[in-house]
């Protein structure tokens, strides 16, 4: 599980393709204290398991279904992604909960600095509709943001300064797409209320 609150961004180093996978090296850097193989490790909000380490050098695989419901099948070596290590019992809860599994990905439409900050309008994924609503939870790219206002088509974020301090929003541009995962007590809670609606 993750909360959303991105630790930084770090650098692939290397991409090995495979039949049906895709192997991803990145630095960690610092955040590989106490890692060990097999551990879960969010990258651009993707759960990813640690297949082996070298130092700071760590290697994930992603495999057919990751990259298709994913942009990690559109990283090249050199990018930057944000990464957040597992939640350990007795950690601060900053953002909410998270399990890693991205939806689908969506359309930056636009871009608006404001001040120190930035407004974003993003698309919502096929499906995904019902759950986005405005002042909820949702993540980009791995990130815990609220929802602005929203229709069907797209949602508004405001990014605060910090948080373009430490993730990947600040090299993005209008047209780049973003992982997205919805809530999932949102998604609970609103899946049950068709249910009834229906019976």
Do not use: W
């Not at 990464?83 to 350990?88: D, F, H, I, P």
């Amino acid at each position: 599980m993750f909360t959303g609150i991105v630790s930084g961004t770090v650098p692939i180093l290397k991409i090995v393709e495979g039949e049906g996978i895709r192997k991803i090296t990145v630095d960690l850097g610092d955040l590989v204290d106490g890692l060990e193989s097999g551990a879960s490790v969010s990258l651009d909000g993707v759960c990813m398991t640690v297949v082996s380490m070298d130092s700071g050098e760590v290697t994930f695989d992603a495999i057919t279904e990751t990259l298709d419901r994913t942009t990690l099948a559109d990283r090249s070596e050199g990018d930057l992604l944000n990464v957040e290590r597992s939640m350990r019992l007795g950690d601060e809860l900053g953002g909410h909960i998270l399990s890693g599994h991205v939806m689908g990905t969506a359309e930056i439409l636009e871009m608006n600095t404001v001040g120190e900050g930035l407004d974003l309008l993003i698309s919502i994924p096929d499906g995904c509709s019902p759950f986005i609503l405005e002042k909820g939870y949702i993540a980009v790219d791995g990130m815990s943001l609220t929802v602005g206002k929203c229709d069907e088509e797209s949602f508004g974020l405001h990014i605060i300064p910090e948080t373009l301090r430490i993730t990947t929003l600040d090299k993005k541009v209008i047209g780049d797409r973003v992982n997205i995962e919805i809530d999932s007590r949102t998604q609970a809670v609103v899946e049950t209320m068709l249910r009834m609606g229906k019976s």
